[in-house]
């Protein structure tokens, strides 16, 4: 019987970096090692050496091997509260003062200043679990640290108050704002790395009474290359979607809450237009990602950048296709609108509950409804659901509820979450996309045109369903989410189609 145990990893993380080899684990005496294939198998003799054992030797695929590394590493990146608690004001505020390259290796970095260590461990620890933020709030009694995992907070420090100004200072020197500056916000901007994975860090520092908070928003490069098929949409509402992009001119509309994936939506659909053939603009606020071959201009409200601005700037640039971050005033939407007229696709966002109702938001901000139904080619509404572990859901019984929202004829298996070690103990892991899509064909076309009100141009575009509550319901039917979760995130629109 095999024995099997893991291992700690022992190698310096340069070492193992550098010469493709990673431990993996130990079976019955015998270490387990991972070898980078194109790696030099000679390496394995020092590392025998220096763990005087025999070795298993695995093969691993370049991206497998980065993979493993970047976990073994990181997963040791968060130290204990004890380890924070060691910071001490005296001495500490000089090594806040050194500065870093531009992009550094988080799992490489030697420096032994704790509040270094700290932060870098917090970064690492985020990557690990996929969080999108990191909160370091500041109070008169501790300093907590809450991360955003699949769209909710969750809690992963409590420290000393007194940490709070070394923490909130060091984050400050990364991001290169002004370590004296704290009366007013401040934003920047951290290039990091871990192993092979590249991450941009937005900061936002703001001034609390506590003391300044900060918010990190992690952005995982690989994420701004995501293909419109990798997003997980249905059949119909990705088939309108490339039909919208075929068009020359018009408008196409993201719309959802903060954090719903809609620009991820838009760079996937940029990603797809950008064969070299036509020109892209973009005016963002801020750049979330950068994507080779499209031109992309970030909104800085301090010199008179703004959205409108930046718009009306590009246009003289001769662009093909134009994304605007996100419409959001007048100006910014009669430019839009007189940019599809004037034979240009335009990709924005929409901060609406649903599809129907950016086009109430767009007339009251005084676009005509003629103009609107010349140039709408596509509106589409988003939400992200937390997934089901597939390792530790479990079937649960239908009652009056689960009948309500999927239906009474409904005979297949519900689940709930449970939570283990894969998903670390909370049930899901990652997130799903539920959608619904307006096509603006002729019929909708003059149902617009007539400045008909919003529950009609709904009846019309949803006669066939497809509705984003529906969507919501058929995650949970098929087994991908539950019925709590979709009420979580779909809870309006489930009310509004007479669900619960």
Known sequence: MNATAPLPATLPYAFAKAHGVILLGVDDGQVRVGLRDGADAR???????????????????????????????????????????????????????????ATADLLESQDDAPVIRLINGLLAEAARLGASDVHVEPFESALRVRFRVDGVMRQVLSLPARIAPLLVSRVKVMARLDIAEKRVPQDGRISVAMGAKALDVRVSTLPARGGERVVMRLLDKDQGTLSLEQLGMPAQVLRGFHQALGVPNGIILVTGPTGSGKTTTLYAGLSRLNDGSRTILTVEDPVEYAIDGVGQTQVNGKVGMTFAAGLRAILRQDPDTVMVGEIRDPETAQIAVQASLTGHLVLSTVHTNDAVGAITRLRDMGIEPFLLASTLRLIVAQRLVRRLCPHCRVPREHDVVSRQLVGEDFDGTLYRAVGCSHCNHTGFSGRIGVYEAVTVDEALRQLIGANADEDSIARMAFSRGGRLSQAARDCVARGDTTMEEALRVTRQELDDDGGI
């Open 43 to 101: 390496s394995l003799l020092e590392v025998r050496r220096a763990l005087g054992r025999a070795l298993q030797v695995e093969r691993l695929e370049r991206a497998a091997f980065d993979r493993r590394l970047s976990e073994a590493y990181a997963d040791a990146g968060l130290g204990s509260a004890a380890e924070a608690g060691a910071l001490d004001a005296h001495g500490g505020l000089d090594a806040l003062a050194d500065d870093i390259p």
